[in-house]
T-cell receptor
Framework: DTAVSQTPKYLVTQMGNDKSIKCEQNLGHDTMYWYKQDSKKFLKIMFSYNNKELIINETVPNRFSPKSPDKAHLNLHINSLELGDSAVYFC????????FGSGTRLTVV | AQSVTQPDIHITVSEGASLELRCNYSYGATPYLFWYVQSPGQGLQLLLKYFSGDTLVQGIKGFEAEFKRSQSSFNLRKPSVHWSDAAEYFCAVGSYSGNTPLVFGKGTRLSVIA
């Protein structure tokens, strides 16, 4: 039973499209995050949510919109995809430790 | 603002040799420190973590790390490297309460030669 699960694992799409990545955690954690890992492997925080409320938005373009329908889910919707959005996106949750999902590799062509 | 510095971008060691990966952090409160490993195309695997107690922390796969507050360091070590240890290693700092997200270093790529 995966603690933090992301879907899809791979996503290939054309520029200009809109896509969503889903994240679910079954750990009962209050805090969830989205991270972006770029082509140089650098991991950077994008968003932080606590109990469905946005806590941190780290200068991410408005095309990225996180949505937390309940405490267990934090989805990432991306509008008008650009080539530079190609990256691996990790979801994570926190309670006395940070638990990461396995990542979603997004390729924009 | 918190930050993590991993001064070595790439390290190459011989199989069976010892390994030390360096990590320095900057954090305004008591740091919660982590080391993760990422194999190519894979996710992040937690090797070990430290918040308090014994400053020498044992992790999985034979890794250990030592916290040195005076040097703001949390270096990762392994006495004998195996070829399967070749991967990217990330040091990270966060808070025990989770009210700040993990901040990662830029990673150190480890290559292992025969």
């Amino acid at each position: 039973d995966t603690a933090v699960s992301q879907t899809p694992k791979y996503l290939v799409t054309q520029m200009g499209n809109d896509k969503s990545i889903k994240c679910e955690q079954n750990l009962g954690h209050d805090t969830m995050y989205w991270y972006k890992q770029d082509s140089k492997k650098f991991l950077k925080i994008m968003f932080s949510y606590n109990n469905k409320e946005l806590i941190i938005n780290e200068t991410v373009p408005n095309r990225f919109s996180p949505k937390s329908p309940d405490k267990a889910h934090l989805n990432l919707h991306i509008n008008s995809l650009e080539l530079g959005d190609s990256a691996v996106y990790f979801c994570a949750s926190f309670a006395r430790g940070y638990t990461f999902g396995s990542g979603t590799r997004l390729t924009v062509v | 603002a918190q930050s993590v510095t991993q001064p070595d971008i790439h390290i190459t060691v011989s199989e069976g040799a010892s390994l030390e990966l360096r990590c320095n952090y900057s954090y305004g409160a008591t740091p919660y420190l982590f080391w993760y490993v990422q194999s190519p195309g894979q996710g992040l695997q937690l090797l070990l973590k430290y918040f308090s107690g014994d400053t020498l922390v044992q992790g999985i796969k034979g890794f250990e790390a030592e916290f040195k507050r005076s040097q703001s360091s949390f270096n990762l070590r392994k006495p004998s490297v195996h070829w399967s240890d070749a991967a990217e290693y990330f040091c990270a700092v966060g808070s025990y309460s989770g009210n700040t997200p993990l901040v990662f270093g830029k990673g150190t790529r480890l290559s292992v030669i025969a």
